[in-house]
């Protein structure tokens, strides 16, 4: 009979146990779906999350910075599909990128996430010609909805170049503005003026949508050092 109320309660702690056990694996990464909610203006330049990995092609371990970021929502949506990247994020407004708004987006996402945040993250405040990150330093720049934002073009593509690793890349996604009196700039005057400080391109790419003017997304080169 003592057998047989051990063997009971062995059961009985054996179906306690169970969803411990279960609940205790490593799970994975919550599925989130690519929408303007959580990815924010990404959802224009790319048609779905394979997509956009597959332009990026981050590896772990790489350091990349975002000139012109706002709160640092793209870091913070990337984060969903990436693992020990270091994001650098830039903007020249502190209204929209300071601590605490940043820290705040970087919580939403990693509780989006669903498994503990790998990634890093660093912001900073530049001007309007350069981006106040050290030299020769990233091994990735993007740029999203800002190219057309910068006012000292030239020089602020000239900091970009120069805060690139050699063989580090540039990546510019961007769209015409419709505010009256608003400068533009076309795929063919984006690539002459970033190769004329010296970067070379990789692959222009023109995004068909509903805009009377062209959207595009784009990936220039520092060449490596001879």
């Known amino acids: 009979m003592e057998i047989d109320k051990q063997k009971i309660c062995m059961k009985k702690l054996f179906f306690l146990l169970l969803p411990c056990c279960f609940f205790g694996q490593v799970s994975t990464k919550k599925e989130v779906p690519f929408t303007h909610k959580e990815f924010k203006n990404l959802v224009h330049y790319f048609s779905s999350k394979e997509e956009m990995k597959e332009y990026f092609s981050f590896k772990s371990g790489q350091i990349i910075a975002d000139i012109g970021a706002g709160s640092g929502s793209y870091e913070g949506a990337i984060s969903l599909l990436y693992d020990s990247l270091n994001f650098y994020v830039q903007d020249i407004d502190s209204i929209y990128l300071n601590k605490k708004t940043f820290d705040k987006t970087i919580k939403h996402y990693s509780k989006l996430r669903g498994v503990a945040q790998t990634n890093t993250f660093s912001l900073c405040i530049g001007t309007a010609s350069t981006s106040n990150w050290p030299d020769n330093y990233f091994d990735k720049i993007i740029t999203f909805s800002t190219f057309h934002e910068f006012t000292f073009m030239s020089e602020m593509i000239a900091?970009?170049?120069?805060?690139?690793?050699?063989?580090?890349?540039?990546?510019?996604?961007?769209?015409?503005?419709?505010?009256?009196?608003?400068?533009?700039?076309?795929?063919?005057?984006?690539?002459?003026?970033?190769?004329?400080?010296?970067?070379?391109?990789?692959?222009?790419?023109?995004?068909?949508?509903?805009?009377?003017?062209?959207?595009?997304?784009?990936?220039?080169?520092?060449?490596?050092?001879?």
């Open 159 to 226: 900091d970009i170049f120069k805060k690139l690793k050699p063989g580090g890349k540039l990546y510019i996604a961007d769209a015409s503005c419709t505010k009256k009196g608003h400068r533009n700039y076309s795929p063919e005057e984006v690539t002459a003026m970033v190769k004329l400080q010296g970067f070379q391109l990789i692959k222009m790419h023109l995004i068909n949508t509903n805009y009377r003017e062209p959207v595009y997304r784009a990936v220039f080169l520092k060449p490596e050092l001879k």
